[in-house]
Every structure is written in C-alpha cells, then in structure tokens.
C-alpha cells in the first residue's frame, strides 16, 4: 500500500519547507515517523492522540489502521503498527508546540486550501509549502508505464 509522506527539510535554519504527498486523499504515518516529522519526543506524540480520542474530537477507529510491520519482536512474531491518517495528523499538529509542527500547521491552513480550489484533482498529489516565501505549489507525480 502507497502511505504517502510528510517531509519538513531546512534548506537555511528557520526556514522549514514542508512537502506532502497524498495518495487516494490521505497520507499514513505510524508515532515514530509522526515524533521525528514534529521533532517531539514519543510519548508527546502518544499522550495527545490519547487526549484527542478521548476528548471525542475525532474517532480512533475513524483515522487509524492496523497493519502488520515486516519485522519481528523478541520473541519471533510479527509487529502490528497503528497508523494515523492526515486528518489525525492534522488535528495533533494543533496541539504540538514545535516549530515543525508550526510549519506543518501552515502547510495545512495554505497548500490544502490551495489543492481544494482546483477543479480536478488527482489520485496523487506533492504539495510543497514554503514557509520563508509563503508560497504552495502542486506536483503531480509522473506514473511510471
């Protein structure tokens, strides 16, 4: 399954550029991946989805899927790994306070609003935010034959 991304790169320090790709309307990310984007510790990560699900602002079962990992544990098993959907990442990026995460924040509220005034849109999508220049731009992979 194509999960997407989310990468924030810093071409001079403090000038965050956040790029997203979107496959079939959402990107995919498990704690791990989603603590080194926000350059936060684990555990931030898991005490705010905990507070958010909890809180019923958005329904665990509704932006969250198990897979398995192709790794195993100590004792010989595979690993399961929840993944979290954009919509989650999105709703914890409000409640993080990292510069990563102020720059996702501002990715979301420019380059989404941007990708929904389009009248057509694709499968995928590479949505790149400036944060330094304020400016979003959309990319449209090229699919291999």
Known sequence: MERGYIQIT????????VEVKIVNGTVWMFKHEIARLFDVY????????RSI??????REDDVTMEMERKMENEKGQDIYVTFYN????????????????KAFREWVMNALCEYNRMDKKATEVIVVFNADTRHASIQYPQIPN
């Open 10 to 17: 810093e071409e001079e320090i403090g000038k965050p550029i």
């Open 42 to 49: 684990l555990q931030t990560v898991g005490n705010n989805f």
């Open 53 to 58: 699900f909890k809180s019923g602002v958005l």
């Open 86 to 101: 954009l919509e989650a990442i999105i709703f914890l990026s409000y409640r993080i306070d990292s510069r990563y995460a």
